[in-house]
């Protein structure tokens, strides 16, 4: 069965979610019982490529190194109504995951009770909050697809649910876990004095702009740079977005959106040590491999404050274009979340 999300369950879902702030906070998180077979993976939402694609690796006949132990079981299917490609695409999404021999229940609810852990793989964010939060009340990890949500507000949201319900949240693009990135992050060119990113930002005129697909490049940025962006400017054409950040410590970050000519996902970092290139992008493996490893553990390898960073910076992004390139403050963005949450 396939749904259409609600679009007020999800806005009434902010204030439920919000309400939790601080609650249980010191708890540690639950970790993963003892299970006789494979530990049961459920996902929610089925209109990306990223469903069958993650399903393909867990499920896989020859066991993927990293992931044993963990299937695909069930899932639940429903599709934004306002995007029409969503809707096109999901039934095929579908039938792909029913030839792996994943379930598919006609509530999430339904979802929850027949699984250990979750995915959410909608690929528009504003239902993430509400898809998220039954499996948070029932206290298990949940991974969310990127973006992990449509605002930072409700990114907020979710990571005050999963301290309230002692569930944690893990959201990433795959392009953080790119080789070249990693090798970055991990010292390769010693410390980083800055970076270009880029990546394709196609726009969808249900969502804020870069949250559609900027999100890659941006997520890219911030894994070589880490957090601490400052403040950002953007300029905005037809075929391109070019957002510089400034990090708190003076050093420049840029991502490069792209909407004309080839695909492609990369940039370059200069460092103490020399300067690299990221690229390319060779699939979704590395990431299965962290959510299988954040599954085993419950602790997200991405930090809380550094996810949110990565909205609010998208955000000061779209708030930059509103204002015509002036550049808007990350702080700025905190705020507004927060008046809005309340």
Same mark, same amino acid.
């Given at each position: ?8 369950k999800f806005l ?7 309400a939790?702030a601080?609650l249980?906070?010191?708890?540690p ?7 006789a ?5 459920g996902?929610?939402g089925?209109?990306? !490529?990223h469903?069958?694609a993650f399903?393909k690796t867990?499920?896989?006949a020859t066991?993927?190194p ?5 299937k695909v079981?069930a899932?639940f299917?429903?599709a ?5 490609n ?5 039934p095929g999404?579908?039938?792909e995951?029913?030839?792996?021999g ?9 979802l929850?009770?027949?699984?250990d852990?979750?995915m959410?793989?909608s690929n528009?964010?504003r239902?993430?909050l509400r898809?998220?939060?039954?499996a948070?009340?029932?206290g298990k990890?949940?991974f ?12 907020m949201?979710?990571?005050?649910a999963a301290r ?9 693009s795959?392009l953080?876990y790119?080789e !070249?990135?990693?090798?970055v992050?991990?010292g390769?060119?010693g ?7 880029f990546?394709?930002?196609h726009?969808?005129?249900t ?5 559609w697909y900027?999100?890659h490049g941006?997520?890219t940025?911030?894994?070589v740079?880490?957090p ?7 300029t905005?054409t037809e ?6 950040g ?5 050093r ?8 004309a000519?080839?695909?492609e996902y990369?940039?370059?970092v200069y460092g103490?040590?020399?300067?690299a290139?990221l690229g ?23 930090q ?5 960073e990565?909205?609010?910076f998208?955000?000061?992004a779209d ?12 702080e ?8 809005r949450?309340?």
């Amino acid at each position: 069965m396939t749904h259409l999300y609600d679009r007020r369950k999800f806005l009434q879902t902010i204030t439920i979610a919000g309400a939790g702030a601080g609650l249980a906070a010191a708890l540690p998180f639950r970790a993963l019982a003892s299970f006789a077979g494979p530990v049961r993976i459920g996902i929610i939402g089925c209109d990306t !490529s990223h469903a069958v694609a993650f399903a393909k690796t867990f499920n896989s006949a020859t066991p993927v190194p990293g992931v044993e132990g963990f299937k695909v079981t069930a899932a639940f299917a429903e599709a934004s109504p306002d995007i029409e490609n969503n809707i096109k695409r999901l039934p095929g999404f579908v039938e792909e995951l029913k030839k792996l021999g994943v379930e598919m229940t006609d509530s999430i609810d339904a979802l929850v009770a027949k699984v250990d852990v979750v995915m959410v793989e909608s690929n528009d964010g504003r239902p993430h909050l509400r898809q998220a939060l039954p499996a948070l009340k029932a206290g298990k990890k949940v991974f969310i697809d990127k973006p992990l949500a449509a605002s930072l507000a409700e990114g907020m949201a979710i990571f005050d649910a999963a301290r309230q319900y002692n569930a944690p949240v893990f959201s990433a693009s795959s392009l953080r876990y790119m080789e !070249s990135a990693q090798a970055v992050a991990g010292g390769s060119v010693g410390k980083v004095f800055g970076a270009d990113a880029f990546s394709p930002c196609h726009l969808e005129k249900t969502h804020p702009d870069i949250f559609w697909y900027g999100i890659h490049g941006v997520e890219t940025l911030f894994t070589v740079m880490g957090p601490g962006c400052k403040s950002v400017t953007r300029t905005h054409t037809e075929t391109t977005e070019v957002i510089v950040g400034t990090w708190t410590d003076g050093r420049i970050g840029t991502f490069r959106g792209n909407r004309a000519g080839k695909s492609e996902y990369g940039g370059t970092v200069y460092g103490e040590k020399g300067v690299a290139k990221l690229g390319p992008f060779n699939g979704y493996v590395p990431l299965v491999v962290q959510i299988a490893e954040f599954f085993r553990t419950g602790k997200p390898p991405v930090q809380e404050s550094e996810t949110l960073e990565i909205l609010a910076f998208m955000e000061a992004a779209d708030e930059s274009k509103r204002k015509n390139g002036a550049p808007v403050t990350l702080e700025a963005m905190y705020k507004r979340a927060k008046k809005r949450r309340k």
